[in-house]
């Protein structure tokens, strides 16, 4: 994140023009490796921007720096041990960006290694950038983003999976 | 996000109005964030606005998390506790924007580990 020197405690080194938060628009959504995670709502968390999305494939404009970072929520079909991994893939480009996710159901990693947002930072200042969220290795079978009760009644201890889009200018 | 460990005195992100953690990129004072407890609440306010995140290990039971007035599940987080298990997982960070960031969990938190991330966007 940003850092600020404490001499300039009201300065941001770069300024955070929005923050738009993408996320599923349905819930039980099945996965294995390879899936691209679907978005088909968003909430604007702070500024005014709104992004094109096809089949969970999200364009940003062109102009401007992007932070994504993804964090995904889901079921595990056995609790102990179950791991899945995602990143953030450029579509043009075709090859994955930035730094994997990871989310793992186990008791010791506690918040040192329970989950890692995916984080890639976007340069689409002189052209836009089309990217999404897939799934890299599931550890089993049966993943499920975003249960509900019709999954696992558990599903009201966790949050749900997001897409975060910091735009900077 | 990476986990910071924090070593000194002021790892408790609620228990002091100067630091928000001891290691790290938000090892510094800032002077606009100022933080209260009211009945067991523990809450941070500044002037304008910021993003928080926070992330929160407890030390009983597992369950969801926001900042109160941000109750949805797309910005909540999983607390974690170390013998209590669910099918479900998902980050441990809630997320919101606004100038006053209070958790929906007032007890059982281990201080230890809790932090609380504040990026101002707006004075």
């Known amino acids: 994140m940003t850092y600020m020197p404490s001499s300039a405690s009201n300065q941001t080194a770069a300024n955070v023009a929005s923050l738009t938060i993408l996320h599923n628009s349905s819930t039980d959504i099945a996965i294995t490796a390879g899936s691209v995670v679907p978005l088909g709502s968003s909430i604007q968390s702070h500024g005014s921007d709104s992004y094109t999305v096809s089949s969970g494939v999200i364009t940003l404009p062109s102009g401007s720096y992007y932070l994504v970072r993804a964090a995904l929520a889901s079921y595990g079909p056995t609790v102990t041990g179950d791991q899945i991994t995602y990143q953030l893939y450029d579509t043009s480009g075709s090859v994955y960006v930035g730094r994997r996710g990871n989310l793992v159901w186990q008791e010791s990693p506690k918040l040192n290694g329970g989950d890692e947002y995916a984080i890639a930072l976007i340069d689409a200042l002189s052209s836009s950038q089309t990217i999404d969220c897939r799934v890299l290795t599931t550890s089993s079978a049966g993943f499920v983003l975003d249960p509900s009760g019709a999954t696992s009644a558990q599903y009201t201890y966790a949050g749900r999976t997001r897409i975060e889009i910091w735009r900077f200018s | ?123």
Not at chain 2, 36 to 59: D, E, I, K, P
Not at chain 2, 68 to 79: C, G, I, K, T
């Open chain 2, 1 to 123: 996000m990476s986990y910071i460990i924090p070593t000194g005195g002021n790892s408790n992100p609620f228990a002091t109005s100067t630091a928000f953690a001891v290691n790290g990129p938000t090892a510094f004072s800032e002077p606009w964030v100022a933080t209260s407890t009211s009945s067991g609440y523990r809450t941070a306010s500044l002037s304008g606005q910021a993003v928080g995140n926070c992330a929160l290990q407890t030390t009983s039971g597992t369950t969801r998390f926001y900042f109160l007035n941000h109750n949805v599940y797309v910005q909540s987080a999983h607390a974690y506790y170390t013998s209590f298990q669910t099918y479900v997982e998902s980050s441990d960070e809630c997320i919101a924007t606004d100038s006053s960031f209070t958790t929906s969990i007032k007890a059982s938190i281990d201080t230890t580990t809790a932090r609380l991330n504040l990026i101002k966007v707006s004075h």
